[in-house]
């Protein structure tokens, strides 16, 4: 499977974004999805995740901010991201997990968010 992820770009605090993650060769119906982000000199960490059932899981520097949501039928996982701080600004990226060690990223999409 191959993960595409758009919508980032650059705004200001208390500002919105919405992330997209499109899946090419392969679906992602019943298996978890998930957004990364990962700050200049940070690690990358979790921000939400969604399994195939649709039960979600927030980051807590982020929840009642970002949703997130599929559509299995388009093949796609969203992040809404209202509210924005300057501690989002990130790359952010989308996962698929398959099973134990079998993981796919997609290429990331840098957030900016200004003061």
């Known amino acids: 499977v191959q993960l595409q992820a758009s919508g980032g770009g650059s705004v200001q605090a208390g500002g919105s974004l919405r992330l997209s993650c499109a899946a090419s060769?392969?679906?992602?119906?019943?298996?978890?999805m998930a957004w990364y982000r990962q700050a200049s000199g940070e690690q990358r960490e979790l921000v939400a995740s969604i399994t195939g059932g649709g039960s979600t899981n927030y980051a807590d520097s982020v929840k009642g901010r970002f949703t997130i949501s599929r559509d299995n039928a388009k093949n796609t996982v969203s992040l809404q991201m209202n509210s924005l701080k300057p501690e989002d600004t990130a790359v952010y990226y989308c996962?698929?997990?398959?099973?134990?060690?079998?993981?796919?990223w997609g290429q990331g999409t840098l957030v900016t968010v200004s003061s």
């Open positions: 996962k698929i997990h398959k099973g134990v060690g079998n993981d796919y």
């Open positions: 060769r392969g679906r992602i119906g019943g298996y978890v």
